[in-house]
């Protein structure tokens, strides 16, 4: 059965330890990120941004999949469905499909109106016993003039949206999404112990995770950092042995072209790499 992440979080938090959110995107990466945490005691969340919600066949869809998966596969771990970057309508639509978190990404909007769809989206979170994580726009990454390539959140905006009762909060530290420039001057620690000061025991989620390098995470965990999202990663890998696979020819060696084999080698490296990410952030064992 699917949970809130709220108590896997908070538990996260005080143990000095984060969570994978692993986006997935078909069958092949939800039935891999399931085994994964359940082989390794870990528990997960699984994010679906809108556009892979869309591409799945739509959030009904991806519920019953993950239920369904859970259920047949005898996942036991703890696991959150959790719409990731999430829209005021699509957060609402998510929650009354059967999703256990949603994010609503209200950044966009002046502080205001971010604060009074994030209420909102909060009301109707509370009722469904789902968590919600909010995120807190940017103030840009120009300072003597070095551009950081990242964003970076201001804190008391994130202590305001922070005491509305959500319960996980991104808020941008130099951190980006996709694959990290050369020019990328790493994360701001000051920033991030700040808004640590300023909202206490929340858990705090770093979006962006992939290409930060290890130290960095793991400082960023011990700040308070306690769910961290994982999705270029899984890609890269995914593609990468699906390319070894055909480039080797194998899709023309008997029935090397059934799809159960074609994807087979993908589905593998993102085992390996969701089990990699695990280690790394502490959750092995923890479930």
Known sequence: MLVSAKEMLIKAKAGK?????????????????????????SPVILGVSEGAGKYMG??????????GLMDELNITVPVALHLDHGT????????EKGFSSVMFDGSHYPIEENIEKTKDIIRRAKALGASVEAE?????????????????ADPE????????????LAAGIGNIHGVYPPTWT???????????????????????????PDDMIKKAISLGVSKINVNT???????????????????LQGKGYDPRK??????????????????????????
């Open 88 to 95: 005021y309508e699509g957060a609402i639509e998510c929650l």
């Open 233 to 251: 990663e899984c890609q890269l890998v995914f593609a990468e042995a699906t390319r070894k696979y055909i480039e080797e020819g194998k899709d």
């Open 262 to 287: 074609l994807l087979k080698p993908g589905y593998e490296a993102i085992k390996e790499k969701v089990k990699e990410k695990m280690i790394l952030f502490g959750s092995v064992n923890k479930a």
């Open 157 to 168: 905006e994130c202590q305001r949206i922070a005491e509305l009762g959500v319960d996980m």
């Open 58 to 67: 739509g959030y009904k869809t991806v519920v019953g999949m993950v239920n």
């Open 186 to 212: 790493g994360l701001n620690f000051e920033v991030l112990a700040e808004i640590q000061k300023r909202t206490g025991t929340m858990p705090l989620v770093l979006h962006g995770g992939t290409g930060i």
């Open 17 to 41: 330890y984060a969570i994978g959110h692993i986006n997935i995107n078909n069958l092949e990466w939800a039935k891999a990120t399931l085994l994964t945490a359940q082989e390794n005691n």
């Open 136 to 152: 807190v726009g940017a103030i840009g990454g120009e300072e003597d003039g070095v551009i950081g390539g990242g964003e970076v």
